[in-house]
């Protein structure tokens, strides 16, 4: 039984019995706090009497112990007592010896502590105890001096250039680049340094200390969005749909000149419009492999110096529209009426021959006498009065100068997107398919992922020019996507869904699963499934939207970074506060908030150069030239 005023153990550590209360101990510890204990979750180290934790005494002869002590070779070494001890190696046993003699023991450098017991170590482990401890001063001593450079190389403004990296500082560079991409929490060693613990602090030093350079982005790698495309395999075309022979009509495959992933093309019969869909859903069901991959991607992620598929490489090859002689598609044949309202929806899975061609091209075309001339001119027309109807019925169109920046072979370059004829022309057939698969989905009550919107929030009066349509923009609610139908009220569309880009976004996919299923007799997915795959694609495409926006953001910033002299034109497009303003800078696409006094109006145009990068933060401020 313990005795009070004795010294314990209490979980490996030493405490200082005060007194019985009944059946437990009151105990104190090494904090100075208080507990109460069983015996049982006590070993004795000294029976005392102490009224408080002594000091360890100082000295003793631990060497001439453990010669006394040491077990032969291959022999173990005898368990003793910490009083026994210390009565070998102070010459005494006092609450102080049999303290230092366990704490000796902790140390493990001549004894091994086991509970209160003191084991003596052979040679061997002596030896291999002696290696270990080198071995970690060596490393505390590197660890010493790798902090000393890393602090001088942190001064910005040293007179002396600060050392350069040694080969031996990769482990410890590897842990501040750990935080900086956003894999550790915390770094002892960023606190140590002095830099702070913030992914966006470890940045900003490895980019002080030329470790890193502009060129890297760590914004994937902190979201944990997979930078590489799938690789596994998709199975052949099921077959269990017979393709209709669409290779008659002129079909159009219409996008951006760099655009690589032909997903939609469009036709005209004479009398009703086709939009023609890639057709990934013949080989992937749900569940198979390729489809449990895209699930949990949600999307394609676009970078400027990358693109990490939804889809294997394999698809792109196999059901990109125009890639080959004969495209396979699911195709939706789309009657209207004088009015432009949807009519008739037909769905077939089908074969056609496809013409790729770009946005400015296709406008040339449209106004020559070439040869589709005369469709792209009917497709015009029809674009025009569904977007008619469209804003008779409430949607909001928004028009804001978009850029897009890209990484080719190390080179930035930032780039306006044209605004043209078929660009318009290829979005309102999008609408439209998007608006008759989702009514064909309806009319046969097929469970299926309606994306809906509500009404936008009121606003009395809007203003003019851009400053309007960022009002517009802020005016929006978010999509819902899910098995529910409901009218998408910013598109001004009673029915909606998202069909037309199944290579890149998984609620397309998904669509077009349904409808395959649908059109060859199979069981489909059932209203709560297509829920739960909406909501966690959703989900799960979230994180790369936000990469998307970061490495936008950084590299547009590496761009001014390279280009220090840049001088543009900002538009000022909403107050920001008592004297404050958002501006909007078409030509990089970024947004900013300046102070710039009361005394401007919306739309007002300034003339800016740079006047900050913050890189790792993403913030850049610009000043009136």
């Known amino acids: ?112 502590a086991e509970g209160a017991a003191l084991v003596p170590l052979s040679q061997v482990e002596r030896d291999r105890e002696g290696e270990k401890r080198a071995r970690k001063e060596g490393e505390a001593a590197e660890r010493a001096a790798f902090v000393e450079r890393a602090r001088q190389a942190f001064k910005k403004r040293a007179e002396i250039p600060p050392p350069a990296f040694e080969e031996g500082d990769s482990r410890f560079l590897a842990e501040l680049e750990a935080l900086a991409y956003g894999k550790a929490g915390k770094c002892k060693l960023a606190t140590e340094i002095g830099i702070g613990d913030s992914p966006e602090d470890a940045h900003s030093w490895l980019l002080a200390t030329g470790r890193w350079d502009r060129s890297v982005n760590p914004h994937p790698r902190r979201s944990g969005c997979p930078t590489a495309s799938p690789r596994v395999e998709i199975g052949p075309d099921l077959g269990d749909v017979p393709r209709r022979d669409l290779r008659h009509l002129e079909s159009w495959a219409i996008d951006n000149a760099w655009s690589n992933d032909p997903d939609d093309a469009i036709s005209w019969d004479g009398e009703a419009v086709w939009i023609h869909v890639a057709d990934p859903a013949s080989a992937i069901l749900p569940d198979c492999a390729a489809d449990k991959e895209a699930f949990a991607r949600g999307l394609t992620l676009y970078l400027p110096e990358l693109t990490s598929t939804l889809l294997p490489p394999e698809a792109l090859e196999r059901f990109g529209l125009g890639l080959a002689p004969e495209s396979p598609a699911l195709s939706f044949r789309v009657g209207l009426s004088e009015d432009g309202a949807v009519a008739s929806v037909e769905a077939t899975a089908s074969i056609l021959r496809v013409r790729r061609t770009h946005y400015a091209e296709a406008d040339a075309i449209a106004d020559s006498g070439a040869a589709g001339a005369e469709g792209l001119r009917k497709l015009g027309q029809i674009a025009e009065l569904r977007q008619r109807r469209r804003l008779e019925n409430g949607a909001i169109d928004i028009e804001i100068p978009e850029v897009r920046v890209f990484v080719r072979d190390g080179v930035i370059s930032i780039e306006a997107l044209p605004k043209t004829r078929s660009s318009g022309i290829v979005r309102e057939m999008m609408l439209l398919a998007g608006e008759a698969a989702a009514r064909w989905a309806f009319e046969r009550k097929l469970p299926f992922p309606y994306y809906s919107q509500e009404s936008p929030g009121e606003a009395s009066s809007l203003p003019e020019g851009l400053a309007g349509e960022f009002a517009k923009r802020r005016l929006m609610r978010a999509g819902i996507t899910g098995p529910t139908p409901g009218a998408h009220r ?9 069909a037309t880009s199944p290579l890149r976004r998984y609620a397309d996919l998904l669509a077009h699963m349904q409808i395959r299923s649908a059109l060859a007799g199979r069981e489909t997915l059932d209203e709560d499934e297509v829920m739960r795959r909406s909501a966690l694609a959703q989900a799960a495409g979230a994180p790369n939207r936000q990469t998307e926006r970061a490495s936008q953001a950084h590299w547009t910033l590496a761009w001014l970074l390279g280009n220090p002299l840049w001088q543009g034109e900002g538009i000022i497009v909403g107050a920001a506060g008592p004297g404050a303003w958002q501006v909007h800078v078409p030509s990089l696409g970024l947004e900013t908030r300046m102070k710039l006094g009361s005394n401007r109006a919306l739309n007002g145009r300034l003339a800016l150069r740079v006047a900050r990068i913050d890189l790792p933060r993403l913030d850049v401020g610009f000043q009136e030239c």
Request: cysteine-free.
């Open 490 to 498: 910013g598109l001004g569309l009673p029915f909606y869904s998202q």
């Open 1 to 112: 039984m313990i005795a009070p005023k004795s010294i314990a153990l209490y979980k490996n550590r030493p405490a200082l019995v005060l007194e019985r209360l009944g059946d437990k101990l009151d105990i104190r510890v090494e904090d100075g706090s208080s507990l109460k204990v069983r015996d049982k979750d006590l070993e004795e180290l000294h029976p005392g009497p102490a009224t408080s934790m002594p000091a360890p005494a100082e000295g003793g002869d631990f060497e001439t112990a453990w010669s006394v002590l040491a077990p032969g070779e291959g022999e173990e070494g005898s368990p003793q007592s910490a009083r026994e001890l210390a009565e070998l190696v102070f010459g005494m046993a006092g609450p102080a010896e049999t303290l230092a003699v366990w704490l000796e023991g902790q140390r493990g450098r001549v004894f091994r």
